[in-house]
């Protein structure tokens, strides 16, 4: 078991650029999580997905951000028109189901706007 | 509403001391409780979690917390800390059990064990 594989580990854009972040879940893992990690808010719920259906994106900034998950085996996180305010640590976690709060975090994919 | 608030952003503890990692929450229901830690470059794991029952509950590499609803709590102790053990210490709440409860996350405790 690979655990959540996150790529890439790190990217870096210019200001107004698109940037694709991916996610593979741990296998049989029903849910996705994305967060987003800063020094200054600590972390951020984005959005979350279950079966692949999204369930709650309450977190996510309604303009230039957008997730899906086409198959049960990977998840994407879009951010178009990347600004400086974007750059982060983008964590992906998942998790079973059953005991759904155990969250199996992956590395993150270090974002810099420029 | 709930929160978390970790009262302690860095903690520097001698190898071989003992530590306690504080954590308030806030929450009218019945929490669900965790503590992950995160090393550098790496995503959180997780160290123990409360659900219900016995108060204390032992996680990995000698971690142990206590949940006391009177004071709102959910300390983390270590008796004798390792060099290893340098982190970032992440306090969690669940306001239910069941996939699509939103986590609340404390601002984490950076711990600095010194030789």
């Known amino acids: 078991n690979a655990g959540v594989i996150q790529t890439p580990r790190h990217k870096v854009t210019g200001k107004g650029q698109e940037a694709t972040l991916w996610c593979e879940p741990i296998?049989?893992?029903?849910?996705v999580f994305w967060y987003r990690q800063t020094i200054v808010q600590g972390l951020e719920f984005l959005t979350y997905f279950r079966n692949q259906a999204p369930i709650d994106d309450s977190g996510m900034p309604k303009e230039r951000f957008s997730a899906q998950m086409p198959n049960q085996s990977h998840s994407t996180l879009k951010i178009q028109s990347t600004q400086p305010q974007d750059s982060a640590v983008y964590l992906c976690a998942s998790s079973a189901g059953q005991c759904a709060e155990t969250l199996y975090f992956g590395s993150g994919t270090r974002l810099t706007v420029l | 509403a709930q929160s978390v608030t970790q009262p302690d952003a860095r903690v520097t503890v001698s190898e071989g001391a003992s530590l306690q990692l504080r954590c308030k929450y806030s929450?009218?229901?019945?929490?669900?409780l965790f503590w992950y830690v995160q090393y550098p470059r790496q995503g959180l794991q997780l160290l123990l979690k409360?659900?219900?029952?016995?108060?204390v509950v032992q996680g990995v590499n000698g971690f142990e917390a206590e949940f006391s609803k009177s004071n709102s709590s959910f300390h983390l102790r270590k008796a004798s800390v390792h060099w290893s053990d340098s982190a970032v210490y992440f306090c969690v709440l669940s306001a239910g059990q069941g996939t699509g409860s939103k986590l609340s996350f404390g601002k984490g405790a950076k711990l600095t064990v010194s030789p």
């Open positions: 409360y659900y219900s029952g016995d108060p």
């Open positions: 296998s049989g893992h029903s849910a």
């Open positions: 929450y009218s229901g019945t929490p669900y």
